[in-house]
């Protein structure tokens, strides 16, 4: 509300014209300028007969009165006339109109009367406008919340604050709320929260309801539909209420000029729309809600604006499940967390269970939360890749291939993976030949590289070029289907064979970075990523990815996959550090799952930690079993010499771990001879094994020992390297030997402890997570960054616990400014 000063009469410095829409306080402030006259004053209410109308000018010129004209603009062309000829002739008037004008008689008299003073445009009341109404209304000393919750609700409105703060003043709409309605603009359930839920003041409702009753019916039907305060644009708003364009945008025009919606807004004030939707009928409510819904799925709008619409406006309807169903089956992929919300938003606005069963259990197998598919049917393809997958999560890729086993693309693709982790490589070949599809066809490029890199199991170096590429597809085009295992952690696995640790830790990083795969193949690369350091002896950044990180819930429910692997992750950290507690804690947590015999070839390097651990435990008895899977499985893939060798260097290490001299020597001559056709790491392990069997035998060659070892730590098994060198320097009668053994041992546990790059340095964020940073620096909190980019809360706090692990901060301030010093967050 702007201020003026006092006047005596108007002229050049002093308001003649009040402009502004109803319920703008064009009267209140025409009360106010004549208050502050002093002169006397007449005032004219229109339409007014021409000759009440004369009596009241000429009693106004011999007064020497001002006359006063509230809502001009009601007036009649002869009243205009006369009004604009006596202003003419000297009489000192104020005006109060409308913005809009739409007769050239009111023009006229506009243009005379404003001549003589300044023209005062109304709008919006700020903070302060609001207090003052506030404060007329009865309410003493409103805090900062309450004013800025009436000028939300009343869109800053003179009429509607008004209406709004003597209920509140009364007690009315904190009455309402008490009854049940639930805050959700402050913490303390007032205005905002009450006209919210279509609890407003009677004044109000019977305000709205007069402005209401002068419309068409065509106009009335658009209003309606604006009530729902949708975010869409006017074709949607046209289609729902039946009516053209050109009727919208009237209509908007209208009721902006009655003060329904603000200046400056294109919605209807908030108060006001709820004051119409509490008016309406049930049955009524319901048709338009289905009417909107309707609109919007015809309108072609993104599924997921279509139903954040919707359910915004709190629609329950048939239609509106169907479209809150297609933003989930948007978003099962992409968002498996926000999916399963809206899977539940179907379901509560009338969808079949059944028929979002399927994509919900997408979405679920995803997160890594328990999965019922007992009832659930659809698809049969869907069902199978979904049923697959949950085998693989639980380690039985034997069960994920039989569930592929006649699929057609894209499972083919992933039946070739399943059947090569169970050693079946010509299985492999067929699916991957099933897979594979002309330019239009129906394998994505992500899965088709991986059905290739499955074929080629009998040559894992082969394979991991391929894996690779499947990986960067994946990042690029996320393919639509359930991953059992993501190219990223396959990728991981097959490197680590190979040595190459390098590539392991850059598919991982990527792969947690572009969140392939969804949160519980997010929770398999950290994991990954933890046994791959460890592996390569950098400890501490394997204990700190390890470490559930600041959202411990990602954890509540890993796969058995996982379980063996972070026990095999303990294990192996306890075998390293000789803790024999530890180790014993971490057989013991996976001894039953073992016994399911769910190994598969992929993870042999994660079965090595176990195996070897239950060996120095004297458990052997309990882990044969294991080995005896992995020994059949190899022998079914045709003994390619890589897995010969990573098969035999377990059986080896077994025989170091209970000393048994005349088995590790046998072994090793097997594994000598298999080792030179396979690639630089096996061939290390070869030597190396041939130096344990003579070590074992009390015959040490320093200098053999010393480059076997070196070739070990050179191939990314360091530990291995200074465990045999150690070995090696207690066995020695040699002194001087002695002495130089543990010098070299001790050089490679510090190469151990210090090599490779800080693990959060080389964290890189998505784009997804810089948009989620940039909103967390300018203070939003983390509902307000998932209603910005349609996420749920909880997926928000899972973007931002991955960005505070890969950024390696341990605090609120640590993250704070890591964000700033990421490239891409701050411009």
């Given at each position: 509300?702007?201020?003026?000063?006092?006047?005596?009469?108007p002229?050049?410095?002093?308001?003649?014209?009040?402009?502004?829409?109803?319920g703008?306080?064009?009267?209140?402030?025409?009360?106010?300028?004549?208050?502050?006259?002093?002169?006397?004053?007449?005032w004219?209410?229109?339409?007014?007969?021409?000759?009440?109308?004369d009596?009241?000018?000429?009693?106004?010129?011999?007064?020497?009165?001002?006359?006063?004209?509230d809502?001009?603009?009601?007036?009649?062309?002869?009243?205009?006339?006369?009004?604009?000829?006596?202003?003419?002739?000297?009489?000192?008037?104020?005006?109060?109109?409308?913005?809009?004008?739409?007769?050239?008689?009111?023009?006229?008299?506009?243009?005379?009367?404003?001549?003589?003073?300044t023209?005062?445009?109304?709008?919006?009341?700020?903070?302060?406008?609001?207090?003052?109404v506030?404060?007329?209304?009865?309410?003493?000393?409103?805090?900062?919340?309450?004013?800025?919750?009436?000028?939300?609700?009343?869109?800053?409105?003179?009429?509607?604050?008004?209406?709004?703060a003597?209920?509140?003043?009364?007690?009315?709409v904190?009455?309402?709320?008490?009854?049940?309605s639930?805050?959700?603009?402050?913490?303390r359930?007032?205005?905002?929260?009450?006209?919210?839920?279509?609890?407003?003041?009677?004044?109000?409702?019977?305000r709205?309801?007069?402005r209401?009753?002068?419309?068409?019916?065509?106009?009335a039907?658009?209003?309606?539909?604006?009530?729902?305060?949708?975010?869409?644009?006017?074709?949607?708003?046209?289609?729902?209420?039946?009516?053209?364009?050109?009727?919208?945008?009237?209509?908007?025009?209208?009721?902006?000029?009655?003060?329904?919606?603000?200046?400056?807004?294109?919605?209807?004030?908030?108060?006001?729309?709820?004051?119409?939707r509490?008016?309406?009928?049930?049955?009524?409510?319901?048709?338009?809600?289905?009417?909107?819904?309707?609109?919007?799925?015809?309108?072609?709008?993104?599924?997921?604006?279509?139903?954040?619409?919707?359910?915004?406006?709190?629609?329950?309807?048939?239609?509106?499940?169907?479209a809150y169903?297609?933003?989930?089956?948007?978003?099962?992929f992409?968002?498996?967390?926000?999916?399963?919300?809206?899977?539940d938003?179907?379901v509560?606005?009338?969808?079949?269970?059944?028929?979002?069963?399927?994509?919900?259990a997408e979405?679920?197998?995803?997160l890594?939360?328990?999965?019922?598919?007992?009832?659930?049917?659809?698809?049969?393809?869907?069902?199978a890749?979904?049923?697959?997958?949950?085998?693989?999560?639980?380690?039985?890729?034997?069960?994920?291939?039989?569930?592929?086993?006649?699929?057609?693309?894209?499972?083919?693709?992933?039946?070739?993976?399943?059947?090569?982790?169970?050693g079946?490589?010509?299985?492999?070949?067929?699916?991957?030949?099933?897979?594979?599809?002309?330019?239009?066809?129906?394998?994505?490029?992500?899965?088709?590289?991986?059905?290739?890199?499955?074929?080629?199991?009998?040559?894992?170096?082969?394979?991991?070029?391929?894996?690779?590429?499947?990986?960067?597809?994946?990042?690029r085009?996320?393919?639509?289907?359930v991953?059992?295992?993501?190219?990223?952690?396959l990728?991981?696995?097959?490197?680590?064979?190979?040595?190459?640790?390098?590539?392991?830790?850059?598919?991982?990083?990527?792969?947690?970075?572009?969140?392939?795969?969804?949160?519980?193949?997010?929770?398999?690369?950290?994991?990954?990523?933890?046994?791959?350091?460890m592996?390569?002896?950098?400890?501490?950044?394997?204990?700190?990815?390890?470490?559930?990180?600041?959202?411990?819930?990602?954890?509540d429910?890993?796969t058995?996959?996982?379980?063996?692997?972070?026990?095999?992750?303990?294990?192996?950290?306890?075998?390293?550090?000789?803790?024999?507690?530890?180790?014993?804690?971490?057989?013991?947590?996976?001894?039953?799952?073992?016994a399911?015999?769910?190994?598969?070839?992929?993870?042999?390097?994660?079965?090595?930690?176990?195996?070897?651990?239950?060996?120095?435990?004297?458990?052997?008895?309990?882990?044969?079993?294991?080995?005896?899977?992995?020994?059949d499985?190899v022998a079914?893939?045709?003994?390619?010499?890589?897995?010969?060798?990573?098969?035999?260097?377990?059986?080896?290490?077994?025989a170091?771990?209970?000393?048994?001299?005349?088995?590790?020597?046998?072994?090793?001559?097997?594994?000598?001879t298999?080792?030179?056709?396979?690639?630089?790491?096996?061939?290390?392990?070869?030597?190396?094994?041939l130096a344990?069997?003579?070590?074992?035998?009390?015959?040490?060659?320093?200098?053999?020992?010393?480059?076997?070892?070196?070739?070990?730590?050179?191939?990314?098994?360091?530990?291995?390297?200074?465990?045999?060198?150690?070995?090696?320097?207690?066995?020695?009668t040699?002194?001087?030997?002695?002495?130089?053994?543990?010098?070299h041992?001790?050089?490679?546990?510090?190469?151990?402890?210090?090599?490779?790059?800080?693990?959060?340095?080389?964290?890189?964020?998505?784009?997804?997570?810089?948009?989620?940073?940039?909103?967390?620096l300018?203070?939003?909190?983390?509902?307000?960054?998932?209603?910005?980019?349609?996420?749920?809360?909880?997926?928000?706090?899972?973007?931002?616990?991955?960005?505070?692990?890969?950024?390696?901060?341990?605090?609120?301030?640590?993250?704070?400014?890591?964000?700033?010093?990421?490239?891409?967050?701050?411009?």
């Open positions: 509300m702007q201020a003026h000063g006092q006047m005596t009469t002229g050049a410095d002093a308001t003649t014209v009040v402009v502004g829409v109803d703008a306080g064009r009267s209140r402030r025409l009360r106010d300028l004549a208050a502050a006259l002093d002169r006397p004053v007449r004219v209410t229109l339409p007014s007969s021409d000759a009440d109308l009596l009241v000018l000429t009693d106004a010129r011999a007064a020497g009165a001002v006359v006063i004209v809502d001009a603009h009601h007036g009649q062309p002869s009243s205009w006339r006369a009004l604009a000829a006596a202003a003419r002739a000297g009489q000192a008037m104020l005006i109060a109109r409308r913005p809009v004008v739409r007769a050239v008689e009111l023009a006229d008299l506009d243009q005379v009367v404003a001549a003589a003073g023209v005062d445009q109304l709008g919006p009341l700020d903070a302060a406008g609001v207090a003052a506030v404060t007329e209304a009865g309410v003493t000393e409103p805090d900062e919340d309450t004013i800025e919750e009436i000028r939300t609700a009343s869109g800053g409105m003179a009429a509607v604050a008004a209406s709004l003597t209920a509140t003043s009364r007690g009315s904190a009455t309402a709320t008490s009854r049940g639930v805050a959700t603009a402050t913490s359930g007032s205005v905002a929260t009450a006209t919210s839920r279509g609890l407003v003041p009677a004044a109000l409702r019977a709205v309801q007069r209401l009753a002068g419309l068409p019916a065509d106009g039907a658009v209003t309606q539909v604006l009530a729902l305060l949708l975010d869409v644009p006017d074709s949607v708003v046209a289609r729902a209420a039946g009516v053209t364009v050109a009727t919208v945008a009237d209509t908007s025009n209208v009721l902006q000029e009655r003060g329904m919606i603000a200046p400056g807004s294109a919605s209807l004030i908030p108060a006001v729309a709820a004051a119409i509490t008016d309406l009928p049930v049955v009524v409510r319901r048709q338009l809600h289905d009417r909107v819904a309707t609109a919007l799925l015809d309108s072609g709008t993104d599924p997921l604006l279509a139903a954040v619409q919707l359910r915004r406006a709190r629609v329950r309807t048939p239609t509106a499940a169907v169903a297609r933003a989930a089956d948007h978003l099962r992409r968002d498996p967390d926000a999916a399963v919300s809206w899977y938003a179907a509560e606005a009338g969808a079949q269970p059944a028929a979002v069963d399927l994509g919900r979405a679920a197998t995803q890594g939360t328990p999965v019922d598919l007992t009832d659930v049917s659809g698809e049969p393809a869907r069902l890749i979904v049923v697959a997958a949950i085998a693989a999560q639980q380690g039985r890729w034997d069960r994920a291939a039989e569930a592929l086993a006649d699929a057609d693309r894209p499972g083919a693709a992933l039946a070739a993976v399943a059947w090569a982790a169970t079946h490589p010509e299985r492999a070949g067929d699916a991957a030949c099933r897979a594979r599809t002309e330019p239009s066809g129906g394998t994505p490029e992500a899965l088709a590289r991986l059905a290739e890199a499955a074929a080629g199991l009998a040559e894992p170096e082969a394979m991991l070029p391929l894996l690779i590429e499947s990986a960067e597809a994946a990042q085009t996320p393919p639509d289907v991953l059992p295992d993501s190219p990223h952690a990728g991981a696995l097959v490197a680590g064979l190979a040595g190459d640790v390098s590539t392991a830790e850059r598919l991982l990083l990527a792969g947690l970075a572009a969140g392939v795969g969804g949160p519980v193949t997010a929770r398999r690369h950290q994991l990954l990523l933890a046994f791959t350091r592996r390569a002896g950098r400890y501490d950044t394997a204990a700190a990815e390890l470490a559930p990180g600041p959202d411990p819930t990602a954890w429910h890993p058995a996959r996982d379980q063996l692997l972070a026990a095999a992750l303990a294990a192996g950290m306890a075998r390293r550090s000789g803790d024999v507690a530890r180790m014993r804690e971490a057989w013991n947590g996976v001894e039953t799952q073992l399911r015999r769910a190994v598969d070839l992929f993870a042999i390097e994660v079965l090595e930690e176990l195996v070897v651990t239950a060996a120095r435990l004297r458990r052997m008895v309990r882990a044969q079993p294991v080995m005896d899977v992995l020994d499985l079914r893939a045709g003994d390619p010499p890589t897995w010969v060798v990573a098969v035999g260097w377990i059986r080896v290490q077994v170091v771990a209970l000393e048994d001299a005349a088995t590790a020597a046998t072994l090793a001559g097997e594994l000598a298999a080792a030179p056709l396979a690639g630089p790491r096996q061939r290390a392990q070869g030597a190396a094994a344990w069997a003579d070590v074992l035998a009390g015959k040490v060659d320093v200098d053999r020992v010393c480059s076997v070892a070196g070739d070990l730590a050179t191939n990314q098994l360091p530990w291995d390297a200074s465990r045999l060198v150690g070995q090696a320097a207690i066995r020695t040699d002194a001087t030997a002695a002495r130089r053994l543990l010098e041992a001790r050089g490679l546990s510090a190469a151990e402890v210090g090599g490779g790059e800080q693990r959060g340095r080389a964290g890189v964020l998505s784009e997804r997570e810089i948009a989620v940073g940039r909103m967390v300018e203070g939003r909190t983390q509902r307000e960054i998932g209603s910005q980019l349609y996420l749920s809360p909880k997926t928000v706090e899972h973007h931002v616990a991955r960005m505070r692990t890969k950024l390696d901060a341990s605090s609120r301030a640590e993250f704070l400014a890591a964000l700033r010093e990421h490239p891409g967050v701050v411009d």
